[in-house]
């Protein structure tokens, strides 16, 4: 079965640890994304890559780092910087970045403390 | 500015009642699409349509409809006889030259036995 897989479900970390949220598809698409969604608020893009090696910050990039190395896998790190980082991340990916619906992962649910 | 208002934070209903969400969106761009997401409990988002700014025709999807018009700037969902399974947060969406998508605050439908 082809989609997005994100794990894991949830994570937990101490403040001031690195934390890294996997993101993988199998669907061959070009784009992928990383979105925050905070309660009563719509997603909000922290990154996204329209193809590998290549990537580029969203509208809430800072505190957060991520890679894309391969076609399949986009990870988003999570570092201390990132003053509030207990959140839900979504993982999205489309055929390419020009007006194409995208699809979303299960997501991970962070808590920091 | 680029912005996805959706007013309604919760709605309820019971089984069977026909239930509208809106969506008004704000852009200056003639060229974009509009986009529904249905957020169930398990956190997923799932594309439900993508609508051109050229094509102001209804769609209907089964107990499912649209309502597209320009001159208001809105991009209304319906579903008609609601079901339980409904119950989830859906979200309205814009993506125009940039390729991002920008997501409204979303609608949380509950619908009850």
């Known amino acids: 079965d082809g989609g997005i897989t994100q794990s894991p479900k949830y994570l937990f970390r101490k403040e001031g640890q690195n934390v890294t949220l996997s993101c993988e598809q199998n669907?061959?698409?070009?784009?992928m994304y990383w979105y925050r969604q905070d309660p009563g608020q719509g997603l909000r893009l922290i990154y996204y890559?329209?193809?590998?090696?290549?990537?580029q910050k969203g509208d809430i990039a800072e505190g957060y780092s991520v890679s894309r190395e391969k076609k399949e896998s986009f990870p988003l790190t999570v570092t201390s910087a990132q003053k509030n980082p207990t959140a839900f991340y979504l993982c999205?990916?489309?055929?390419?970045?020009?007006?194409?619906?995208?699809?979303f992962g299960p997501g991970t649910r962070l808590t920091v403390t | 500015a680029q912005k996805v208002t959706q007013a309604q934070t919760e709605i309820s209903v019971v089984e069977k009642e026909d239930v509208t969400l809106d969506c008004v969106y704000e852009?200056?761009?003639?060229?974009?699409?509009l986009f529904w997401y249905k957020q169930p409990p398990s956190g997923e988002l799932v594309f439900l349509i993508r609508?051109?700014?050229?094509?102001?025709q209804n769609e209907i999807s089964g107990r499912y409809s649209w309502n597209f018009q320009k001159s208001t700037s809105s991009f209304n969902f319906t579903i008609t006889a609601s079901q339980v399974v409904d119950s989830a947060v859906y979200f309205c969406?814009?993506?125009?030259?940039?390729?991002?998508?920008?997501f409204g605050t979303g609608t949380r439908l509950q619908v009850f036995p």
């Open positions: 999205a990916s489309s055929i390419r970045m020009s007006f194409g619906e995208q699809y």
């Open positions: 669907l061959n698409h070009d784009a």
């Open positions: 890559s329209q193809i590998v090696n290549d990537f």
């Open positions: 852009t200056r761009d003639t060229t974009y699409y």
């Open positions: 609508r051109n700014s050229f094509d102001e």
């Open positions: 969406a814009l993506v125009y030259n940039t390729d991002k998508l920008i």
